[in-house]
């Protein structure tokens, strides 16, 4: 990644990698409803600035247009994104009876 000219340095601390699964807080269609409310996102691009999280659903812009590519972007520091909770009705591994 090209490094751009900064006063201060950026904090290393990146919180979101390509391939991470996060939460946004947006527009999206549930059960064929346009709904405002935390939907499931995968990582599939990080830049300087901003984390692009692409969707399996149709999301909205703010002004009521669709994204056609399904793809937001947030600032690192959004408070509309955070990391993905675990799913705990999946199982995992082998399971004793």
Same mark, same amino acid.
């Given at each position: 990644? =090209?490094?751009?000219?900064?006063?201060? @340095? @950026?904090?290393?601390?990146?919180?979101?990698?390509? &391939? #991470?699964? *996060?939460?946004?807080?947006? #527009?999206?269609?549930?059960?064929?409803?346009?709904?405002? #409310?935390?939907?499931? &996102?995968?990582? *599939?691009?990080?830049?300087?600035?901003? *984390? =692009? *999280? !692409?969707?399996? +659903?149709?999301?909205?812009?703010?002004? &009521?247009?669709?994204?056609?590519?399904?793809?937001?972007?947030? @600032?690192?520091?959004?408070?509309?994104?955070? +990391? =993905?909770?675990?799913?705990?009705?999946?199982? +995992? &591994?082998? !399971?004793?009876?």
């Amino acid at each position: 990644m =090209a490094k751009s000219p900064f006063m201060r @340095p @950026p904090e290393e601390d990146v919180t979101h990698l390509v &391939g #991470d699964t *996060v939460e946004v807080f947006c #527009d999206h269609e549930e059960n064929g409803e346009r709904i405002r #409310d935390w939907v499931s &996102g995968i990582v *599939v691009q990080v830049d300087e600035k901003l *984390v =692009a *999280v !692409q969707f399996r +659903t149709n999301v909205y812009l703010t002004d &009521g247009w669709m994204v056609p590519d399904h793809i937001l972007w947030f @600032p690192f520091d959004s408070k509309y994104l955070r +990391t =993905a909770k675990k799913d705990t009705t999946r199982p +995992t &591994g082998y !399971q004793i009876y």
